[in-house]
């Protein structure tokens, strides 16, 4: 007898991925049919919004420049506050973010941060067996379930008795789910994500004294906050909930959506809980947004840094946007991981994260992210330090004066061949691990997620495009590109070995990175072509 389930399918509903053992406890009909419910009610506004975005593009690229809505200026000007925050998302000083599977979530909820974010989206490659086994890892946890032992090593992996509150980011809205079609239509991955850990998971969270609480990303607009409103409130009609028991927190890491926080916020106002500084994807979508604007080349991604010009403007304005609302305003993600067998370059890296975190408690911010377990006492010493009570919210940072030439303000810098180079190594690199299902990857002593690998090629197709003249005389331009692109990957088989190299999706990896970056018309992104090569 075979131990593969077979699914009981509501009527519309077709599933294209193969079934493994316990997937049927995920994909129940009951849960199928709620998640078809949203598709039908929302998949329509979801698409025109998307289409929204691409005008919106088209506008960029003929020379026009983000700004501030006229018809959005009551709202930004009026007396208003979000819903008040549940008890256990009060204090969220540092938070750890990574991938949905098994380890992960358990070393995560038992590292000491406030808070985890279990990750559907950027740290994971949606490989169908990624998705829904994450899916039942978070039902398990909610069980009491989630104690395992690691077949290869034998240990012994279990959930301590504080663990951290644990945040869902589904997957934005641009991504669908391929392995699921509803009335013959591919499935939205956001609501797919959504659907289904709210549908098992709600309950138990709430009965446990937590809630369904999530992390969205990539909006561009408050409009499309407007539609995760709507999304909850239906939910939360269909399960029995209390309007305003989702609570979400907005990653602000797209262009657009900087000049519409305080919208975003009161679309949002009855479920939020508080924004974020999503850094590494806000780099890339000021690049992508401005990509046609040759006034908007930025220097190498290193010294595109925080402190200073469009980040420093960005993360100062959602502070004071924040606090004067009543929620929260996240720091960036510190993506530094230790340095085994190097103690000098490893207390480098603490202490630039150190350094980072000092800036992000020091300018008002209510805690941070970290990628790795051995940064959250680095993270948390700051915090504890600088931030003694369990937030900032009564440092309304009323000094704080941004307008739209600051969030538009390009970083001082030099653009060098080695910088032009480190992107092909990475960003290649990453693109071979996502295609062999692993969505957060350490590269060169930094976890990586799709952002970085996006920022790599988006800098390299904006050299090209302008054959931008790099230190030392020599110009991007293709030429350059295909001869820094054979060279660099020699380099990196000579990293990894030449076995681990040829047993990897380099192939693949080299001829999606080459297309994207000499494309003439910029992709919007990477993981919508890489998508169909995956399983």
Known sequence: MSDTPTLSLPQGVVIKGTVRSRFDEIL???????VADLHRRFNETRKRLLSLRAERQKRFDAGETPDFLAETKHIREGDWTVAPIPADLLDRRVEITGPVDRKMIVNALNSGAKVFMADFEDASSPVWANMVEGQLNLRDRWAGKIDFTDPTNGKDYKLGAKPAVLIIRPRGWHLPERHIEID??????????????????AKAALAAGSGPYFYLPKLESHL??????????????????????????VLIETLPAAFEMDEILY?????????NCGRWDYIFS????LARNKAYVLPDRSQVVMSQAFLRAYSLLLIKTCHRRGAFAMGGMAAQIPVKNNPEANAAAFAKV??????????????TWVAHPDLVPVAMEVFDRLMPQANQLGNKRDDVDIGTKDLLEVHQGTRTEEGFRENIRVGVQYIEAWLRGRGAVPIYNMMEDAATAEISRAQIWQFVQYGVALEGGVTADAALFKRC????????????????????RFPEAIALFETLSLAPNFEDFLTVPAYAKLG
């Open 28 to 34: 129940t009909p009951e849960a199928l049919a709620f």
């Open 184 to 201: 013959d239509e591919e499935a939205s991955g956001s609501l797919v994500d959504f659907g289904l850990y709210v549908f098992h998971n």
């Open 224 to 249: 499309e906050a407007r539609l995760w409103n709507d999304v909850f409130v239906a939910a939360q009609s269909a399960l029995g909930l209390k309007n305003g028991t989702i609570k979400a927190t």
């Open 267 to 275: 679309e949002l106002r009855e479920h939020m809980a508080g924004l």
């Open 286 to 289: 000021f690049i992508k947004k």
């Open 354 to 367: 150190k350094a980072d975190k000092e800036r992000e408690a020091g300018n008002g911010h209510d805690g």
């Open 485 to 504: 692109l054979s060279e660099e990957m020699e380099r990196v088989k000579g990293e990894l070995g030449a076995e681990n190299y040829a047993k990897g």
